[in-house]
């Protein structure tokens, strides 16, 4: 049997050649665009909405509320869409996003949008967030046998994380150009074009029952590696959180720059996370904690230039090593649910990981706000990375042993 890590290549043509994910893939790839391009319009549509002296504080809350709620509707919502295929759970979060992104856009262009009003609706965008990004990886998993799901991630990641290269240095000069508003409506467009992919796939008959009961928390529970795994991605998260605060504060208010230096942050970090993912075949032979423990600490050692030194450029060859170094964590670690999840209970489990990491981002997104406004944008960062440096040597020993041919 060819493996990903002997012959990559092939596999992705391998993966690409189902039919329901080549249609799907360029849908997910289009609103990761969007998003990428919100990244950099929320921040500073928040920053013009909020009072001078609470500037870090509703950019916390507006960049936590694109996220937060997506735990509490993994388990409001977890009846409603237990007998959803992965398509289906994709085109109803998608067809959401839509609807509200757009409902923002239009009260911002009328002057009628309040930061509290633009809060509330993000977080009604994100409610099914945990569900639609399960489906996603359901598709995989519903099509793709076990040696070929690491690539059907990395594909994923990595058309995502290419738009977003995009995304991001596009969003600075729309930003600067016509305001975040409108490209808070590209966003929603982008949405709505990934929601008319996936709906004719969705409530297709598969081999995976991908609503199985509800979000399963049992299952998460009753397997210690992949609580364990989800437990440090949580604590990563917290402590990334703070970084999408601290970064635009960073960017508009001590260097004194453009949204498009924004955008080039966050691009050069995609640019580097499409390396690294394509590279997800490579680590397969490695032990998945060996992959874990590198990932923690090359991320924070790569916020270390931004938050030392104070022009742009080592911030951004930073960043751009960041990206490559995080850019396979998703892929490798996604596919040890896959493979030891029952097929039934998989996108409950994965909307139960996803709804445990979310609010780890929020968390940490929400104490960014005052802690950049209490010690300022580039110490935030600086701080961000220390911690997650030590993170990474705390687990580094925890698992000095790590298991065998787990990943």
Known sequence: MTTLAEAPTSVYRR??????????????????LGDGMSMVAVAWLALQLAPPAQAGVWTGLAVAA?????SV???????????????????????VRAAVLGTIAALALADALSALGFVGLLAVSS??????????????????????????????????QAALVAGPALAGFLTAATGPAWVILADAGSFLVL?????????????????????????????????????????????YGPVEVALPVFVARELDASPG???????????GAVVGGLSAGLLQRWSLWTVVVGVVIGWGLALLPIG???SIWPGLVGFAVGGVIYGPFNAVCTALFQRTSPPELLSGVLAARTALTIPSVAAGTLLGGPIVSEIGGQRTLLLSGVLTVVLGVAVAVVVRRPPR???
Request: glycine share 12%.
């Open 73 to 95: 509707g993994a388990v409001v919502f977890s009846r409603l869409v237990r007998r959803m295929n992965g398509a289906a759970l994709v085109a109803v979060d998608a067809a």
């Open 15 to 32: 993966v690409l050649a189902r039919p329901s994910l080549r249609r799907v893939l360029p849908g997910l790839a289009v609103s990761a």
């Open 66 to 70: 694109y996220s937060l709620p997506a």
């Open 261 to 271: 230096v924004l955008g080039a942050y966050w691009a050069v970090f995609s640019v």
């Open 405 to 407: 041919g787990d990943g």
């Open 195 to 239: 929601a008319l992919t996936a709906l004719p796939l969705a409530g297709r008959s598969t081999t995976v029952r991908s609503g199985g009961g509800g979000i399963a928390w049992g299952e998460l529970l009753r397997r210690p590696q992949l609580l364990g795994l989800v437990a440090v991605t949580c604590v990563l998260y917290f402590l």
């Open 127 to 160: 409610l099914l967030h945990a569900w639609g990004n399960a489906g996603a990886y359901t598709m995989v998993a519903e099509v793709l046998p076990a040696e070929e799901q690491i690539a059907g991630n990395a594909l994923i990641s990595t058309f995502t």
């Open 308 to 310: 030392l030194a104070s």
